[in-house]
């Protein structure tokens, strides 16, 4: 573009909260530090968190990802994923004696404890997640095969058969659309009234924040842009999100080379948000690519800052 060529304007709303959430936070800081303690190669079972850019990172300092422990060797340290694992797997690093540090969400953890407290209680229990999701293979591999149903949607909650209706309890996955979730959790409170559920669902509060200020922003932007892999669940229902909040042109972009300019044809605000596992470097890598093209005018949405944090295990505090 020549210099006597005026860039159009655009108004950059920023989603706030937006980007990475404490389980992220925390799953990363564990490989990191696993890596300094105990040098590299550190093993990791399953992509830490969703978010390619993130893994790329872990790879070049010393991280070793892979889908199984069996792909590990015995006297490596190993880190399993924020999305929680089954309990078979701790219980095989533990019969060959490996080093183990488990990056599971504490927020998922606890949706594992509600779970065991249901079946120790005698419930049959309803989880609401997407199948193949590794947080479900993780929740569901908590529990004997047959203690956990897995429902995706408000047709399965209807045709769900418990062996006993008074003995039903849900959980949900972390990373849900907040409303699709409350459809189907209302499907089964109706079929059955005396289902034993958490407060409201499982959702974290990252997610259900992104996707409350995901809305906002989709209200007054033309085009949406969500930062986050394909892979990230909380990502793409942000994007679901969006364009259920009016921002017809709502995309997932991996980073800024992904953003196609042609997508903002004629539009006079553009809405930036990303998922949990995306870092904000990536955030800022968009804005920048947009300055290129644009006179742009960046507007960050007040909202109240997010204060959760977790701890990291003893094993790397010490
Ligand atoms: Fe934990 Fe929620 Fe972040 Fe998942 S999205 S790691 S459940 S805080």
Request: aromatic content about 4%; hydrophobic content about 45%.
């Amino acid at each position: 573009m020549s210099a006597a060529t005026p860039r159009p304007p655009l108004t950059v709303l920023l989603a706030t909260p937006r980007g990475f959430c404490a389980g992220v936070d925390r799953a990363i800081q564990i490989v990191e530090r696993a890596i300094e303690k105990y040098g590299a190669p550190v093993y990791v079972r399953h992509e830490i968190v969703h978010n390619r850019h993130v893994v790329e990172r872990l790879k070049r300092l010393g991280a070793v990802f892979v889908e199984e422990l069996e792909e590990c060797p015995p006297d490596r340290p190993v880190v399993f994923s924020a999305h929680g694992v089954p309990k078979a797997v701790p219980a095989e690093a533990k019969t060959r004696k490996m080093l183990y540090l488990d990056a599971t969400c504490p927020l998922v953890s606890k949706v594992h404890v509600e779970a065991g407290r249901h079946f120790d209680a005698g419930r049959e229990i309803v989880l609401i997640g997407h199948a193949g999701h590794p947080e479900v293979v993780g929740t569901m591999g908590q529990l004997p095969e047959d203690a956990v149903t897995l429902v995706e949607t408000v047709a399965d909650a209807e045709a769900f058969t418990p062996r006993d209706p008074a003995r039903v309890a849900f959980v949900t996955q972390t990373t849900l659309s907040v409303d699709d979730t409350a459809a189907i959790v209302e499907a089964l409170r109706r079929r059955f009234p005396a289902v034993a559920a958490p407060h409201k669902d499982d959702i974290c509060y990252a997610t259900t924040n992104r996707q409350e200020a995901v809305k906002a922003v989709a209200a007054h932007a033309d085009v949406l842009l969500v930062l986050g892999s394909a892979n990230s669940s909380n990502s793409v229902r942000l994007v679901e999100v969006a364009r259920r909040a009016g921002a017809a042109r709502a995309h997932l972009i991996e980073d800024a080379a992904a953003l196609d300019l042609a997508w903002l044809d004629g539009a006079a605000v553009v809405g930036v948000t990303a998922g949990a596992s995306a870092p904000e470097v990536l955030v800022q890598g968009v804005i920048d690519r947009l300055g290129e093209a644009f006179d742009i005018d960046v507007d960050e949405v007040d909202a109240p800052r997010e204060t959760v944090s977790f701890k990291l295990p003893r094993a790397l505090t010490g």
